[in-house]
């Protein structure tokens, strides 16, 4: 089977659609570059538009000097600890849900298990 071209494709009045309300704010920075060091990457974890939030993450972002960028908003994203990510490449080489709390595929699950009901 070989891959399909479809870069010519335009998209008219096309949305994102999230799939939960929470996610985290991650900084970018003026040359494009997410704020983070030795793979770790400055965030807060919340509610999408908490004011708070996001001002706190420019305030640690001029604290480090890089005041200039942006926050970003990830959908859906959440912090996992080294465990946690060992945890969940071992689900994935069992075949199960890598992350046990990504609720779109909770719903996708259960779904397919009704149809096959």
Same mark, same amino acid.
């Given at each position: !089977? ?16 999230? =799939?939960?309300?929470?996610? !985290? ?7 494009? =570059? ?7 990457? !400055? ?12 001002? #706190?993450?420019?305030?640690?972002? +001029? ?6 960028? +942006? ?5 859906? +994203?959440?912090?996992?600890?080294? /465990? ?7 689900? /994935? +080489? ?14 996708? /699950?259960? !779904?397919?298990?009704?149809?096959? #009901?």
């Amino acid at each position: !089977m070989s891959a399909v071209d479809l870069s010519g494709l335009k998209t008219t009045n096309r949305r994102q659609v999230e =799939e939960v309300p929470w996610g !985290m704010y991650v900084w970018e920075c003026a040359d494009g =570059e997410i704020l983070g060091q030795d793979g770790d990457i !400055m965030n807060v974890f919340c509610l999408k538009g908490d004011r708070k939030a996001l001002a #706190a993450l420019h305030e640690a972002a +001029k604290h480090y000097g890089h005041g200039d960028g +942006k926050a970003v908003w990830w959908s859906g +994203k959440r912090r996992v600890t080294d /465990e946690e990510l060992e945890e969940q490449q071992t689900r /994935e +080489k069992l075949g199960l849900t890598p992350d046990p709390w990504d609720l779109g595929a909770l719903r996708d /699950e259960a !779904m397919a298990q009704r149809v096959r #009901a």
